[in-house]
């Protein structure tokens, strides 16, 4: 049997909607050993992975999640990294996930552990001291209080977690480094979406029109890191009013000289934590810079600015108000008297 759909993952024709959920199913079967998975990861690691198959891969991950429900005027947004990039760079998304929502903007950031770098999303937050990964219940109460909720991959998506051990051995990125930014289980409207290369840009960028995005915008930085660059160029696609076009972002015209300075690369979580912490306290240097390039941009993105310029001071005015840190604050009381129900 996996003999034979690892035949169809090497022919170049598109995958079916048959195809791609029999791939699935094989994927989260509790009957696949780890090597078969392996196998199958590799094989569409090896394929050039089109619009319609990671579409399709997409709604299929997503028709077995447990559903994130938001008030119908909401109309939140997304910020994640693939992960995969060449290069390991600070949680930007996460930290500016916070800045955002001190912005205005209701954010339901979709996330998990690093399966390969040294910090994901969760690791961050779990960190931080914030109950993300033990129950559904917190996220509920953060976004009904704060209108910010941080979901952690494996409770939404629990068929997925007999994945985890196969996409370690696999040594390489794989296909769940693109369904995990693509698969939020809530009603995502606007969306950013880190990607580790410019080909998968596009590709990106299109998925989420095809998924029913607003606006949505996907980039890679110039140093091959899977968030905004502080410091140069950084490449993005952005999908709106059912078209695509070509972005170039650069940091030089968007950030101050002391914003653009020192390192933004990746942190282990306890160190992750006191840096996310300090940039919330208005710290300056280029993980601040990062944060405020993207927040900036998710604030343009879902229509809370003009344009990325005017997203970046916005961002910078929530950052040096303390809006933001009081956001990690608020959410701080409520991890303090919250008892977790798991899976529920």
């Not at 049997?1 to 024709?13: E, F, K, N, Q």
């Not at 077995?64 to 600070?90: E, K, N, Y």
């Not at 903007?105 to 931080?128: M, Q, T, W």
């Not at 910010?148 to 696999?170: D, G, S």
Request: charged letters at 25%; hydrophobic letters at 40%.
């Amino acid at each position: 049997m996996t003999d034979s759909l690892l035949g169809r993952l090497g022919d170049p024709r598109t995958l079916s909607v048959n195809d791609v959920r029999g791939t699935f199913v094989r994927l989260v079967d509790p009957g696949t050993s780890d090597p078969e998975r392996v196998s199958i990861l590799l094989a569409i690691a090896r394929r050039r992975v089109s619009v319609t198959e990671l579409t399709r891969f997409v709604e299929e991950i997503r028709s077995r999640a447990v559903r994130f429900h938001v008030p119908s005027g909401d109309h939140p947004i997304d910020l994640c990294g693939s992960g995969g990039a060449p290069t390991a760079s600070f949680n930007v998304s996460t930290v500016s996930a916070f800045v955002v929502a001190a912005a205005g903007a209701p954010v339901v950031k979709h996330g998990n552990r690093s399966s390969r770098g040294p910090c994901g999303s969760s690791d961050l937050l779990e960190a931080l001291g914030l109950p993300v990964t033990e129950s559904r219940e917190f996220g509920r109460e953060t976004y009904r209080r704060l209108r910010l909720a941080f979901l952690h991959a494996p409770l939404y998506h629990p068929a997925t977690r007999a994945v985890a051990a196969a996409r370690k051995a696999a040594g390489v990125p794989t296909l769940f480094n693109q369904l995990g930014p693509l698969s939020n289980p809530a009603p995502i409207a606007f969306q950013l979406v880190g990607v580790p290369d410019r080909p998968t840009v596009e590709l990106t960028a299109r998925v989420l029109g095809r998924l029913g995005r607003r606006r949505a915008v996907a980039v890679t930085s110039a140093e091959g890191c899977d968030e905004f660059s502080p410091k140069g160029r950084t490449y993005g696609a952005l999908w709106a009013a059912e078209h695509l076009s070509r972005r170039t972002f650069e940091a030089r015209s968007l950030l101050s000289s002391e914003d653009r300075a020192g390192d933004w690369g990746a942190l282990p979580p306890v160190k992750a934590a006191e840096e996310a912490r300090r940039v919330l306290a208005g710290g300056g240097g280029a993980r601040r810079g990062s944060v405020l390039i993207t927040a900036g941009a998710a604030l343009w993105v879902a229509g809370r600015a003009r344009h990325v310029a005017d997203g970046v001071e916005r961002a910078r005015e929530a950052l040096d108000s303390g809006r933001a840190e009081a956001m990690l604050t608020s959410m701080e009381a409520i991890a303090s008297g919250y008892r977790p129900r798991r899976n529920r």
